[in-house]
């Protein structure tokens, strides 16, 4: 599933002409794309920090490329768009964490 969001992110973020999402705003994709990427990778993973740090990196390549594709560019409004959803992410990740260990932990019901 990582992976494939990904590719799918990468898909979007480097064609000339992306398709309409429907959101009106580019920032909410950017948040929307990384939190999505976060949450999935801190699923898969314990290593949190270094998830963070290499999806924050991958959103510095994409903003980089962007910046030399026409009709794209690059902003650092969009890198910022992209940290605020891998924060979102991994705390969307850490809460299902804690809800799912409050829940193990419960006592039996009688």
Sequence with gaps: MFAA??????????SPKPPDIGTGWD??????AFAALAFVGALASTWRWRLAGGLLAYGGFIELVQARIPGRSGEWNDLLADALGISLGLLMSAAL??????RTNRPARR
């Design 27 to 32: 920032k909410t994709n950017h948040l929307a």
């Design 97 to 102: 964490a804690w809800a799912a260990q409050r």
């Design 5 to 14: 969001l990904v590719l799918v992110i990468a898909w979007l973020a480097f």
